[in-house]
């Protein structure tokens, strides 16, 4: 069994690659696009995380013929009425990099009183050419503050304290991340359906 990890960005492939180990110690075989010929970047254009990764995850199965898992997130920053939400990854603009995202956020803050509650929120999604086949969800609470700390992680991690802890996501080891990241919960329920359908092999 083949599964592809259908995401450009480092830092997820990074993560679910993590995450799916014990599925490739099993014998899936994780695959990513680098393996593939390049294809056309799928639209991301719904209003919802699990909308956008229904879009990615059956675009790349239907285009390379394969079984692949996508997913979408964001981080939602309450006292910006859920910005920038399903908008994170351009926040700052179309090909906006993560130190521009992080700036915009700040800025937008400065003038907005604390605290900053914030969540993460992940949907993942599973296609095989011409249908989805497994989603799953994922949901991390906290605050954002404008101490940067941390090399970990990636996008807005260096900001966003989880609740009920001191450090920043990006001060996490990679395995405390993905063990309660939004992520982490999306892709672990999304393989326990996976595999109830045999769909891992
Ligand atoms: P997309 O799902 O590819 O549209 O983009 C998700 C964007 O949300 C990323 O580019 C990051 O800016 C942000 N994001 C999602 N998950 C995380 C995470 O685990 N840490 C930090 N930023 C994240």
Redesign the pocket.
Known sequence: MKLLIA???P??VR?MRELLAPEAARGLEVVTLADFPPVPEPV?DAAT?VE??RI?ALAYADALGVMCIA?????SVEPLGGR?G??????AGENAS?ED?NALLLFELSTVAKPWPAA?F?AAVAAVPGRVIAEGNGRICGRITTNRAGAG?????PY?IVEGRVET??ELSPEE?NRI???GQAMRALVRILREQGALG
């Open positions: 995401t450009k960005n830092g997820k993560e991301e995380f956008n990764a990615k997913d979408d997130s964001g981080i920038p399903v908008r994170s990854a351009r926040y993560d995202n993460y992940c992680g990636f996008g807005y991690d966003f996501m990006a991340k990241s939004h992520r």
